[in-house]
Each structure stands twice: as structure tokens, then as C-alpha cells.
């Protein structure tokens, strides 16, 4: 077996003391660069993260009628019209443009998506970072509040949740926001053990420089690989679980999402009928949002486990 640092072990971010006090824009610059000039998958993966944002952004623009708009013809509704010229994925039972709904469907995905990815990865860190510096009662206490969320199922809590809350998408970031930063905050924590212990850290110590300073400019710019990786793949959960709340009936009823097209597919039997151009494009949609984020975890993943590249 070949020798040298075990997967579990990211050597890549052990810092070394000119680059430890690296301000966090620069650290986020120099990683991200990178991570996109080395992984080619990663730069597909935030290609198809950029499309369907400017998507989102310029819906209005994109999309021939309103997510919900009922279309009509001397007072009849268009529906289950199959595609064509006037409409490119046909319609809806309800005469809806399908082609509109799934434009209009990036918008709370990629806001569901990127608003997990930042409260997973800064809850997470910052739990690890704490836990990993302090040690002790601190330690023990947020690792065991961790132990309590690897003991909770994911998506029966996100059920319960909504049904003790109002139907919204929001709640499907706040589930991941409460129990998902358990995966990240253990890793960080191990990482944290073992930059704590370099002679930069205990420079800083003896000039006299605060814990939160020691923390926050010292000790955080070198884990931000590992911030970054488990975001990224926060993306791709939050995405596909919103896609199975609202699968499920628990989604908002008010917001259009791909979870809400299929729901609304399902429901009405398109597969039966042979509506493919109903349920497959959400369906697609889907698959490459949370592909991408798997693609650019991967890249982190090769800059944080060298031997990854050699495999």
C-alpha cells in the first residue's frame, strides 16, 4: 500500500507562517482559483451554477408568460397543449406554460441552494473552529450537540418542521441550517487540532494577539478549503431536498419550483399520458444543479487530499 498522508488526513491545508495571516479575501481568491484551474469537472460544475443563475436573474426577460398565468384562447384554457412553436415544453393541465415554470423554478432553487451553502458552512465552521481551538467543556458540549444532530433523520425533521410551520422554502434551510453543519464541524474541529499546535499560532500567542483574533485571522483563513467543500455539496442537497418537499406536498403551494413541477406532474399523470415535456426538463434541471455542486466539491476535495490526483 502506498505510503504517505491518509485521505482522512487534508495535508493540504496545513499552513505554513507566511500565508497563515493571509487576509480571508485573499485566501478565498488564491483557493478558488485554484481549485477551477485544476479540476476541469469544477469548472463545468460552476458553469452550469453561473447559467442557471443569470436564468434566475433574468426570468422576466426569459419566460413568455407568469409561472402561474393561466393561458387562454376566446375564454377557453390552453391545456395539456404538447410543445410547439407558441410553446416550447407545451402546457400544463391548468393551461400554464411549462417552458415559463421552469424558467421561473431556478429562482427559489438556486435561493434555497445558496442560502443552505452559507448557513451550513458558516454554522459548521464556526462551530469547529471554537470547538477545535478551545477544547474542553466547550469542545465537549458542541461535539455532543453535534452527536444530537447525526441522531436526527434529515428529511422526517424537515416534514415535522413544516408541518409546525407555515409551507414556505425557507424551511428547508433552516432545517439544513440546524442539524446539516454537524458533517462540516467535525472535520474542521480535527483540522483545527492540528493547526492550533503550529509555531505561527504559538507566535501569535506570545505577542499577545486575543483568542478571537488567534481564531478568526490566524486559524480560519487556513480550513477555508474545508468551508468551501462542504458548501458546495450543501448546494446540491438543499436543491434536491426542496425538489422532495415539494414532491412530497409539504413545499410552499405559492412558489413554482422544479419539486412543485413534478408534484404538479405527478399528480396530474403526465407520465401515463406521455407527457415527457412536462416532468423530464425539472427532472434534468435537478440532476445538474446537484451535479454541479458535486463536480466543484470534487475540485476542493483534490486540493485538500493531493493523492485524489494520483488516484
Known amino acids: 500500500m ?37 479540476d476541469f469537472l ?96 466547550v469542545d465537549a458540549l458542541l461535539m455532543r450537540l453535534a452527536d444530537i444532530a447525526f441522531g436526527i433523520p434529515f428529511l422526517p425533521f424537515i416534514i415535522v418542521l413544516s408541518a409546525f410551520l407555515d409551507p414556505s422554502i425557507w424551511n428547508v434551510v433552516l432545517a439544513m441550517a440546524a442539524l446539516l453543519w454537524r458533517d462540516s464541524s467535525r472535520v474542521i474541529r480535527a483540522q483545527v487540532l492540528v493547526i492550533r499546535e503550529q509555531a505561527f499560532v504559538s507566535a501569535a500567542r506570545v505577542s499577545g494577539a486575543s483568542h478571537l483574533r488567534i481564531v478568526f485571522l490566524y486559524i480560519a483563513p487556513s480550513i477555508l478549503p474545508l468551508s468551501f467543500l462542504y458548501g458546495s455539496l450543501a448546494i446540491g442537497w438543499a436543491i434536491l431536498t426542496e425538489a422532495s418537499v415539494s414532491f412530497l406536498g409539504f413545499g410552499d403551494p405559492n412558489v413554482v419550483s422544479w419539486g412543485y413541477m413534478l408534484q404538479d406532474a405527478f399528480l396530474s399523470q403526465a407520465m401515463s399520458r406521455g407527457a415527457f415535456y412536462w416532468f423530464i426538463p425539472p427532472g434534468v434541471c435537478i440532476m445538474l444543479t446537484v451535479m454541479a455542486g458535486f463536480f466543484i466539491g470534487r475540485g476542493y476535495e483534490e486540493i485538500l487530499f493531493p493523492r485524489l490526483r494520483r488516484q
Open 2 to 38: 502506498e505510503t504517505g498522508t491518509p485521505l482522512d488526513q487534508p495535508a493540504a491545508l496545513v499552513p505554513v507562517p507566511g500565508a497563515a495571516g493571509g487576509t480571508w479575501l485573499g485566501q478565498f481568491v488564491r483557493t478558488n482559483f485554484e481549485v477551477f484551474q485544476r
Open 42 to 137: 469544477a469548472l463545468i460544475g460552476l458553469i452550469i451554477l453561473l447559467f442557471f443563475l443569470v436564468v434566475a436573474i433574468l426570468a422576466p426577460l426569459i419566460a413568455p408568460y407568469g409561472p402561474t398565468e393561466v393561458i387562454e384562447e376566446d375564454g377557453i384554457w390552453l391545456s395539456n397543449k404538447r410543445p410547439s412553436d407558441q410553446f416550447i415544453l407545451g402546457t400544463t393541465n391548468l393551461g400554464r406554460d411549462i417552458f415559463s415554470q421552469l424558467v421561473y423554478g431556478a429562482r427559489p432553487a438556486l435561493l434555497v441552494g445558496f442560502s443552505a451553502a452559507v448557513a451550513v458552512s458558516l454554522i459548521g465552521t464556526l462551530v469547529g473552529l471554537l470547538a477545535g481551538y478551545f477544547g474542553g467543556w
